[in-house]
């Protein structure tokens, strides 16, 4: 996924933005693009409400438009999607929700249909026709650490940490990305084995590299790529 497109399951908003002008009492995110158009995470300045999606009007049907009344309809829209969990999520996911949680479909097992949601206090659940499974969100990555079982990416594959390396031979090959350690299920995990890797063998260039798995986060099998 490029840094500009659209994560699957984020909130769009039916307020729009003037596309060359910056809305005075907004804060503004980064950019993102979906098919025919684009936008910016938005919020009010200052609300602490989650940001979501706004698109961006083309200058051609802009009209002079107030920014206290684009601000005060984007915070009308985030409270209301903010209040209330959004119907057909798990019944569990239901009864944790709270203000600031987010909620998006995943897609498992040849296309069947879960749901994951994450909230303020960062913890977060992946459903998969059950009861969830509940883990602890890593926002910085993207991923629901389980709390009995793997990595879950935002899009329900599954996620692994290794650390691999660059070195030098006494012969003078070079070996590049020579798997060292792994998997992790944590990314701080391969860290600190990256860590002590370049402490112990500083002639090696250690990183950490992330693997995709299986969809299906109860199955370990499966073409992984980086």
């Known amino acids: ?48 409400l989650p940001m979501a999606v706004a698109r961006l009007t083309p200058a051609s049907d802009e009209l002079e438009g107030d920014d206290a009344a684009i ?22 996911q239901q009864a944790a929700w709270e203000p600031g949680a ?30 969830s499974d509940w883990g602890e969100w890593d926002a910085d990555q993207g991923v629901l650490v389980l709390d009995d079982g793997p990595t879950v ?5 599954l996620v692994e940490y290794h650390v691999s390396a660059d070195r030098t031979l006494a012969d003078g090959r070079r070996l590049i990305a020579e798997p060292l350690a792994g998997p992790f299920r944590t ?7 990256r860590d002590r890797l370049a402490t112990s063998s500083p002639e090696c260039y250690a990183s950490v590299r992330i693997v995709r798995g299986a969809t299906d986060p109860d199955c370990l099998e499966g073409a992984s790529h980086a």
């Open 1 to 48: 996924m490029s840094t500009n497109d659209l994560p699957a399951g984020d909130l769009v908003l039916s307020t729009r933005i003037p596309e060359y002008s910056t809305v005075q009492g907004l804060d503004y995110g980064r950019h993102v693009s979906s098919l025919g158009w684009s936008g910016y995470y938005v919020r009010p300045a200052g609300s602490g």
């Open 71 to 92: 601000v005060a309809a984007i915070r009308e829209e985030l409270e209301a999607l903010a209040s209330e969990p959004p119907a057909g999520i798990p019944l569990d």
């Open 102 to 131: 987010r909620t998006w479909p995943i897609y498992y097992g040849g296309g069947q249909r879960g749901q994951m949601t994450v909230y303020p206090n960062g913890r977060g659940a992946i459903a998969k026709g059950g009861d």
């Open 153 to 157: 990416a935002a899009d329900g594959w």
């Open 187 to 193: 990314a701080d995990e391969a860290r600190a084995e």
